[in-house]
């Protein structure tokens, strides 16, 4: 969007009024950088706070439970093992009769 050209209602060019006019078009620059620039940090702390969100879950509950389940199926893989190491053994002194 630009920004409209001042009315002279004379003829002749104001120095005040070209500085004043220059100082304003920057002033409107600056503060719609600034808005955009704030509404970046805005969004950017947004998401950081809903990523603490995530790992925190991560850190309280999720984890600790994927550590209860691998230590339950690690307790069942050797449970397994140890029967058919059993189951072997006994096949290998039965077998042979």
Do not use: D, F
């Amino acid at each position: 969007m630009r920004a409209r050209p001042l009315s002279r209602s004379s003829g002749t060019s104001n120095t005040a009024l070209a500085h004043a006019e220059t100082a304003y078009r920057a002033a409107v620059r600056a503060a719609a950088e600034h808005a955009a620039r704030k509404a970046a940090a805005e969004l950017l702390a947004a998401e950081a706070a809903r990523t603490r969100q995530r790992v925190r879950v991560l850190r309280r509950h999720r984890i600790p439970r994927l550590r209860r389940e691998l230590a339950s199926v690690e307790l069942a893989l050797e449970e397994a093992e140890h029967e058919e190491a059993v189951r072997r053994r006994w096949a290998a002194t039965h077998g042979a009769r």
